[in-house]
């Protein structure tokens, strides 16, 4: 049975000058860092607007809405943020979507929070979820190859791809509309993971679900 609180309250060991994912201090050394969102996409102007970037408008919507300021790093794009009275870090992987995961150096599997185009869900729908599989998403893989599978992910459905298209076609292909206005719900999602509790954020996103 999953302790789905944990990935957000667990407490880390203390150590001297301890620091929270993407190099943010915590005074104490716990609770186990700041939540890391990170918003799955892939760099440059040709994707922007496709299916695949739907977690980078994500990440883009939190910071408008929260502000501060994306600042460059090795491997990608981070901003400092406050989630309500949470200090939170999103991160926009800059390495392209199938090694998303090789962005993620230092942070820590325990209160990660990934926002991610699902296939397995209809255009537009959100849903969270803990734990589980790749489910054919290469980012996903990457990020589970990097640090295992035991966190928290906001999925926005994009619907699978018809007959005579290929899936690949079909995630960079242009965003749906359901998918572009489902962006501002999963943002909702994920500051209600970060406020709540991973497990609030189910009971809330996940009335329909049948075990997706």
């Not at 700041?34 to 607007?49: A, F, H």
């Not at 928290?152 to 699978?160: E, H, K, M, P």
């Not at 999963?186 to 329909?208: K, P, T, W």
Request: positive net charge.
């Amino acid at each position: 049975m999953w302790r789905l609180e944990r990935l957000l309250r667990r407490r880390a060991p203390r150590r001297d000058s301890a620091a929270a994912p993407g190099g943010e201090s915590t005074q104490d050394g716990g609770p186990q860092g700041s939540p890391v969102i990170v918003g799955l996409g892939n760099p440059g102007r040709s994707y922007e607007r496709t299916r695949h970037n739907a977690g980078f408008l994500v990440a883009d919507e939190l910071i408008r809405r929260h502000g501060g300021d994306w600042r460059k790093k090795k491997k990608a794009v981070e901003a400092p943020v406050n989630l309500g009275d949470r200090p939170a870090t999103l991160i926009k992987p800059q390495t392209f979507m199938n090694n998303s995961g090789a962005a993620l150096g230092g942070c820590r599997v325990q209160g990660l929070i990934v926002v991610h185009d699902d296939l397995d869900l209809p255009p537009g729908e959100v849903r969270v979820k803990v734990g589980g599989g790749a489910g054919g998403h290469n980012g996903l893989r990457s990020i589970i190859s990097q640090l295992g599978n035991d966190f928290v992910r906001v999925r926005i459905g994009v619907g699978r791809p018809p007959a005579h298209m290929t899936v690949t076609d079909h995630v960079l292909g242009r965003m749906d509309v359901a998918v572009r206005d489902a962006v501002p719900v999963a943002a909702d999602a994920v500051e209600l993971v970060v406020e709540q509790g991973a497990e609030a954020a189910m009971n809330r996103y996940n009335v329909r679900s049948s075990g997706a």
